[in-house]
């Protein structure tokens, strides 16, 4: 009796250690490819561009050092569990720098982008390089401790990080939203909008429909897991598909911004064009 139920905890075990290998494998072929050598082009314009501290694009920085450290964590911890299969080390904490790092960030990023076009006096007065740090500094400590309760509270963590992403949404929306309408308005006597602002209008919606598209899978299986705990499996076909679509988001906003800054190895641009974009 004692050997059938052995060999009952060790098939189960082997089959949830099997589903998990699965529900990740997709995310660690596809995502690190591709947002490894996107992130680091990005970090290395950023951090050899002159007057960077001056620009929020301190966010855009630190966004693309939490999805770089993401995929090289990722890769890590999968090796690691295929060497050394345990419900511990399944806990991946890569997670967390993309469902509560890259969330705030963009929250930041939105929110300095509404100062800036919706009340441009204010946006001055703000505009110490040493704010954004420190945001910047409350960012990484509330991704550690997101990383924490995904290593050692996994049912506390679906909580937070439910909340955190939602919040996110709803933050990140209204400020495009917010934004896209003041971009949309014309000035007096004008019946069409400067190209620059025209641009900067296709910038902010291109990004609005991304953080939808990346975020909104992830927000709704974690509100119908509060909903039903037993609707999906921990390692379900469905949480595969999210954290792909969440975590394609690596790859996506270093894109976006090496594109519309004309910085894409196989996109060439005037001189003139590239010194006129405006960065976020």
């Not at 904490?93 to 441009?120: E, F, I, K, R």
């Not at 390089?129 to 963590?157: D, I």
């Not at 955190?164 to 971009?183: D, Q």
């Amino acid at each position: 009796m004692t050997n059938v139920t052995g060999n009952v905890t060790l098939d189960f075990r082997l089959r949830l250690y099997n589903e998990i290998l699965n529900c990740y494998l997709p995310t660690v072929i596809i995502v690190p490819p591709f947002a490894m050598p996107a992130n680091a082009l990005v970090i290395f314009l950023l951090l050899f561009k002159p007057g960077i501290c001056c620009t929020s694009e301190i966010f855009t920085l630190q966004l693309a050092i939490f999805d770089m450290f993401f995929c090289l964590i990722i890769i890590t911890e999968y090796i690691q569990f295929v060497w050394y299969p345990s419900m511990e080390s399944a806990n991946f904490v890569a997670w967390s720098l993309n469902q509560a790092g890259g969330p705030l960030l963009l929250c930041l990023l939105s929110l300095d982008s509404y100062v800036a076009v919706c009340h441009p006096l204010v946006f001055l007065r703000l505009k110490d390089p040493r704010l954004r740090l420190s945001m910047c500094f409350v960012v990484n400590v509330v991704t550690a401790s997101c990383c924490l309760l995904m290593k050692f509270s996994r049912p506390l963590r679906w909580k937070v990080i439910s909340v955190l992403l939602c919040c996110a949404i709803a933050i990140i929306s209204t400020c495009s939203v917010l934004i896209l309408r003041s971009l949309s308005q014309t000035g007096p006597g004008r019946k069409e909008l400067h190209p620059m602002k025209k641009r900067a209008f296709k910038i902010m919606l291109t990004s609005f429909v991304l953080v939808i598209v990346h975020y909104s899978p992830s927000s709704l299986e974690y509100l119908l897991r509060l909903c039903d705990p037993t609707l999906f499996g921990p390692y379900s076909a469905f949480t595969s598909v999210t954290y792909i679509v969440l975590s394609l988001s690596s790859v996506t906003q270093p894109l976006c911004y090496l594109t519309r800054t004309k910085k894409l190895p196989c996109r060439r641009g005037s001189a003139a064009e590239t010194k006129t974009v405006a960065t976020v």
